[in-house]
């Protein structure tokens, strides 16, 4: 069965240094992948897509890659702030044309200490 | 402009009650996701409406649990005969409109947190 597992439930970095959280899938091929942010008590907040072609993409202070070979998905935070403090959730987009439903890991609660 | 709502954000029923959550989408946004999310975990996906049909509903544990769209804008997720183990929070999602394989990027809700005693 598919399988989507975010290593560390929570991950605690020192303000300034770089964030990297991690997405590694199994028995799925998607067409994309999505990072998204959730603060307590709101819903996800979409942040990056990355497609199955590509390597690499950036916005900002966010970079995330995407190894299709490995099946997993780099999100970094560089320059990292207390404000990027939230979980983060990757998702799995369809790789059946015509299905849209997301398909998510349990999520990363990352801490940015001061 | 308006993000995507839903009503109430807390709902306590008790068990065996049925309850109705609803979810207003973006305006214009055609297609419609509800997501389920326990505690310390990412949200579970239930149904995906594209207008007023229910395209994808493979994801709605048992037929317990139904939603409608009638008019492809506001849609309701109804529970019959609540259980404890329904308590979680319901998400609702919008996007403009899926393109095949596009990934449209998908807007989320609040969230209703439904807890059945």
């Known amino acids: 069965s598919q399988k989507i597992e975010q290593n560390s439930e929570a991950l605690n970095i020192q303000e300034g240094k770089t964030a990297t959280l991690t997405c590694n899938y199994t028995n799925y091929s998607p067409a994309y992948l999505q990072w998204y942010r959730q603060d307590p008590g709101r819903g996800p907040v979409f942040l990056l897509l990355i497609r199955e072609n590509e390597k690499e993409k950036r916005k900002e202070r966010l970079k995330v890659t995407f190894d299709t070979t490995l099946k997993q998905s780099l999100f970094h935070i560089t320059a990292s702030q207390p404000a990027d403090s939230a979980t983060y959730l990757c998702a799995l987009g369809p790789s059946i044309q015509g299905a849209q439903k997301l398909v998510f890991g349990q999520g990363t609660r990352l801490t940015i200490n001061p | 402009g308006a993000g995507v709502s839903q009503t109430p954000s807390n709902k306590v029923t008790e068990k065996g009650k049925y309850v109705e959550l609803r979810c207003d989408p973006i305006s214009g946004h055609t297609a419609l996701y509800w997501y389920r999310q326990s505690l310390g975990q990412g949200p579970e996906f239930l149904i995906y409406f594209q207008g007023t049909g229910a395209a994808d509903d493979s994801g709605l544990p048992n037929d317990r649990f139904f939603a409608v769209r009638p008019e492809g804008s506001v849609s309701t997720l109804k529970i019959q005969r609540t259980e404890r183990g329904d308590s979680a929070v319901y998400l609702c999602?919008?996007?403009?409109?899926?393109?095949?394989?596009?990934?449209?990027?998908?807007?989320f809700g609040p969230g209703t947190r439904l807890t059945v005693l």
């Open positions: 999602a919008s996007s403009l409109t899926p393109r095949g394989r596009g990934g449209d990027t998908q807007y």
